[in-house]
Structures are given as structure tokens and as C-alpha cells.
């Protein structure tokens, strides 16, 4: 049996998908694929997840795909599993797992690998494998010698392309169906089932570049140039608040340009699991070259003190004020209008301020207490040190200082304008700049960046 025998039994859908990791790349992928017919087994060593999902139950970063996700589930195109599975048709693997920051312990293909090997496991030859994991330059090849030790031939009685995910939360203009995609693959063939496979995802809408590392590469330096923009704006939001201008009001301004400029906008630092992290593989490829990438390592630096400046910028103006050391931290996941907690700026800012001596508390429509242990290993720290609200009504928030908006939640917008406009909290910083400033509020409204 050859790779183009495979391609023949794709065409006539004799064939399988397994996605390895039902993450926020992974489930969609899962629900999207299945949801055309097409045999789909999501696996994932999170037995939690698995549990959770075969009783239906979705986060509600999912709930978007629920009728999907149910109608797959009840016409059996979409089955739930911790580890791959033997099949007798041509089975396509789609790695969707993360990859930690590396260090000194932790090499970040430990996730990505171990999906390959659990895979091979149970595969056979004219199998194919699709990377579309976040991953440092080179881990491609390293990932293609572990298949080779496995007695396989790249090209020949086995696939594999590096397809990496791009996926922006609660975007409402660009999703799973029409974003373009980058590509590279072992083979022709394994290009042209990797096409049949991706044309049930983006219409197959492709980009196929020459080699792995310029694919690697491309993923990295599209969220690096995310966190340097982000970094730049920050930077120019501190020299607006020394200058005593409103730095929203500049990049506006600079916005009318038709040409040259893209906008992006300050606050409390980038978070989530791409931005923070994608840009270290680049920094990494050029230390292992004795090399440098300084505007990437001034970016980093530049988005790890912002929590701090933004404390410093609080802590000055309560004394000012005369108010106690009592917070109110609101918006605690990474990005509006999504439940994703990793590597969020918010309990940067927390723990600054509990180093200080503040009390303080946490507001987040989407914060879940069954998920507290998940939340402390995705911020890097061992404990919820802060009080949780529930609420934002009145007897919550009277005896707080100071509400820092960190993310501006649709669900509770019209309840922080009116914390602000009734004058509930004497102190309101935004991190945004998003609230407008009324004079008939007793409230101080103050802006990064203002």
C-alpha cells in the first residue's frame, strides 16, 4: 500500500480522523470535521475533559458549537477517547496539544511528542500525521525521525505536514471556516490529502511553503509582531501618562493615515497561551545561534512590567485620594468575552498588589470555582490569594477603594458604567481606556495611557 492509495480511499471516504488534544484548537477542529460526515475520534489524556464532554457538557467558550457538538455526538461521527485507536482504513492524526515555554526542565515538545508516539502506537503504514501545534523552529524534524524510528518512510508509506493553528477567541469576523491557513508537507500526496481533509475545515484554503522551519517560523513571528505592537503601544501609553495626554486620542489620530499604520491598543500586557509564548521559540532559535532578536526580547520585557506600572499608577493615586489599600480586580481571563484564564495579566496584578499589602478582590463572569486548581497552574502560581465575587451589586462593591478593569466583559459592560456613574467606587482605573468620563459621577476615572 502506497500514499497514493490513501488519497484514493480519502476520495471515497474510507478513512478516519483522530484530534489529538480538545483544547480551544482542538474541540472546534473536532465538531467541524465531524459535523461533515467524517469519522472523528477526539482524544485527549485530560480524563476530566473526557468525562465533562461525554456527558455533554461544555464550557462556555464551547457553547457556540453545542448544537453541532450534540448532533455529532447522537449520530455517532464523533467519538471520545484518551488514547488513538487501531483502524483498518487510512487514519489521519491531527495534533492539537500545547507547548510550554522551554526551560531547564521542560524541553516544548514534551506535549507534541508524546501525542506522535501514542499515535504510532496504533498506526499502520500510509497513515498520516498533521502538526498544528505552536512549536519551536526544528521540532518538525526532530518529530520526523521519531516516525522514522517508528519504520516508517516520509513520503512514501507515510504523511506528514505542520498545518499551524490559527484561531483568534470570540473573533466574530474571522473563525475555523475562512482563515487562511499555512502549510508544509513531507510529500505531494500527503499535500493533496492534507487539501481533502482542510477543504472540510477553510474550504481548503492552503498556503503551502517549501520547508518545516519556514513554517515554524511564520507561526512564531506572526504573534511576535502581535507582542511587539502591544509592547510599542504600552510603552507610548506610560510616555502619554508622563506627558498628560490621552494616548487613545493619539492612536485614533494616527489611525486616519490610509496607509503604513495598523492600530493596536494599550492595556494590562498580552496574555493568553500564543502571544506571551510563540515569540520565545524565535528568541530561542536565535540564542541556540549565538544570535540576538532584541525587539522581541524588549517586548517581553516591556509586557512583564506592565502589571507592575499599572500597580505603581494605583497605588499613587489612592494615596493621593486618601483611600485604604481595598481592590476590586475586574476581568480576570486574558481576552474579553472569553473564559481563558492562562498567563493572564490580571493575577499579575493581583499578586503585585497582595505583595503590597492590599486587599483585594476578583471579578469575572466567567471565572469558575470548580477550575481553581487549573487556574493556578496556568498563572504560574500556588494559590487564589484573593476574595472571589460572585456579584457586582451594591453590597459587594461598598467597601472597595479602587476597581481596576483589566477586561471589559459584554456581559457585565453596562454594570461597570453604572458602578462608575453612580459613584459606588471612589476610585475606578481602565486599563483601556474604554469608559467615558462623566462629570456627574463623584467617582476618579483614571486611564492607562491618560
Sequence with gaps: MS???????????????????????????????????????GIDINQERIQRLEKNIL????????????????????????????????????????????NKNTNSDIFVKAAIENFLESSKECDVLI????????????????????????????????????????????????IPRVIYCSDDITFSISKIIYDN????????????????????FENAFRL????????????????????????NAAATKPFGFMPHYPGAGAGGHCIPKD?????????????????????????????????????NKLEELKLQKTILVCGLSYKANVEDMRDSPSFKIIQEMKSRGFMVYGFDPFFNTKFSEKYLIENHITELNFKILTDLDDDSVKNIDC??????????????????????????????????KNS??????????S
Design 3 to 41: 500514499l497514493k492509495d490513501t488519497l484514493e480511499k480519502i476520495k471515497s471516504n474510507l478513512f478516519s480522523v483522530e484530534i489529538i488534544g480538545l483544547g480551544y484548537v482542538g474541540f472546534p477542529l473536532a465538531v467541524r470535521l465531524a459535523s461533515k460526515k467524517i469519522n472523528v475520534t
Design 59 to 102: 464550557l462556555d467558550s464551547e457553547l457556540y458549537l453545542e448544537k453541532e457538538f450534540l448532533e455529532c455526538r447522537n449520530n455517532g461521527s464523533l467519538k471520545l477517547s484518551n488514547k488513538s485507536i487501531q483502524s483498518e482504513n487510512p487514519k489521519i492524526g491531527i495534533v492539537c496539544v500545547p507547548t510550554p515555554i522551554p
Design 131 to 178: 502538526l498544528e501545534s505552536s512549536i519551536e523552529v526544528g521540532t518538525t524534524d526532530k518529530m520526523s525521525e521519531i516516525i522514522k524510528d517508528g519504520g516508517f518512510t516520509l513520503g512514501k508509506n507515510f504523511g506528514l505536514s505542520f498545518c499551524p493553528e490559527r484561531v483568534d477567541p470570540s473573533n466574530k469576523e474571522w473563525g475555523i471556516e475562512n
Design 201 to 220: 475545515v477553510n474550504g481548503g484554503n492552503l498556503i503551502r511553503v517549501d520547508s518545516p522551519k519556514i513554517a515554524e517560523v511564520v507561526k512564531s
Design 228 to 251: 511587539v505592537n502591544i509592547s510599542l503601544v504600552n510603552e507610548l501609553a506610560i510616555l502619554c501618562d508622563k506627558l498628560g495626554i490621552n494616548v487613545k486620542e493619539v492612536i
Design 279 to 315: 515569540p520565545r521559540f524565535l528568541l530561542e532559535s536565535a540564542r541556540k545561534l549565538e544570535s540576538r532578536f532584541d525587539s522581541i526580547e524588549h517586548a517581553i520585557e516591556i509586557n512583564d512590567h506592565m502589571p507592575k506600572y499599572i500597580c505603581d499608577a494605583i497605588e
Design 403 to 436: 476597581l481596576c478593569i483589566v477586561q471589559h466583559h459584554n456581559e457585565v459592560e453596562q454594570r461597570v458604567k453604572e458602578i462608575y456613574e453612580k459613584s459606588l467606587i471612589p476610585f475606578v482605573y481602565d486599563c483601556q481606556s474604554k469608559l467615558s
Design 440 to 449: 456627574q459621577s463623584n467617582s476618579y476615572l483614571d486611564f492607562l495611557g
